[in-house]
């Protein structure tokens, strides 16, 4: 699960690449970035994989509908990042006991 789940990632973050690369374009400028304080707090949780595809789930649900809205290339990203996220979760996350 641990290969499939680092795929996931990998693949999440070309979406987030893509995506960030698409709003400079339309921008024409890259996106103001802030300043954050430090602050200390407790480690986060590690997601569980059942929170990873639920995370999926919304993922592929909140990009089709907004493909839905679009057209052309922004239309295509939409709709190839929210097949991306369905493939994961009905395929690449599924444990291995429930494939059976």
């Not at 996931?8 to 709003?23: F, G, I, K, M, N």
């Not at 802030?34 to 919304?58: C, I």
């Amino acid at each position: 699960m641990a290969q499939a789940l680092t795929t996931v990632a990998s693949e999440r973050s070309a979406h987030a690449q893509a995506l960030s690369d698409e709003l400079v374009r339309m921008l024409g400028k890259a996106a103001p970035t802030t300043t954050s304080t430090t602050t200390t707090a407790a480690p986060a949780k590690a997601p569980t994989t059942e929170d990873v595809v639920a995370a999926l789930r919304q993922s592929a649900d909140s990009a089709a509908q907004l493909a839905a809205k679009q057209s052309g290339y922004r239309a295509g990203l939409l709709g190839s990042i929210a097949a991306s996220c369905t493939a994961a979760y009905t395929v690449a996350l599924v444990p291995v006991k429930a494939a059976q």
